[in-house]
């Protein structure tokens, strides 16, 4: 089966850390640029970070230097550490991958940033 399941989300106080999660499954993980949206309600979606298969990166500029994107071939994960999370980082964070066409998306994860 084609999906990916996000893992990772949650409650946290501003300048905290969190580590979301993404397994991919039902394609061949290594061939793909993945990537991580994030959404707030009413808002558009909002590319945060991704990375090729080569493991090129790239990031929003809102959250370069505080974020990592990183994928490990073989477990078909991808993961993005938030680091010095704000209140403006709250969102669903989901990720997703073009399948030459076919787009696929995670069922997302809820990250709040509050105290």
């Known amino acids: 089966q084609v999906q990916l399941v996000e893992s990772g989300g949650g409650l946290v106080q501003p300048g905290g850390s969190l580590r979301l999660s993404c397994a991919a499954s039902?394609?061949?993980?290594?061939?793909?640029?993945m990537a991580w949206y994030r959404q707030v309600p009413g808002g558009q979606r909002e590319l945060v970070a991704a990375?090729?298969?080569?493991?090129?990166?790239n990031y929003a500029g809102s959250v370069k230097g505080r974020f990592t994107i990183s994928r490990d071939n073989g477990k078909n994960t991808i993961y993005l550490q938030m680091n010095s999370l704000k209140p403006e980082d709250t969102a669903v964070y989901s990720c997703?991958?073009?399948?030459?066409?076919?787009?696929?998306w995670g069922q997302g994860t809820q990250v709040t940033v509050s105290s």
């Open positions: 997703h991958v073009d399948l030459r066409g076919l787009d696929l």
């Open positions: 039902g394609f061949v993980f290594s061939w793909y640029t």
């Open positions: 990375i090729t298969s080569s493991g090129s990166t």
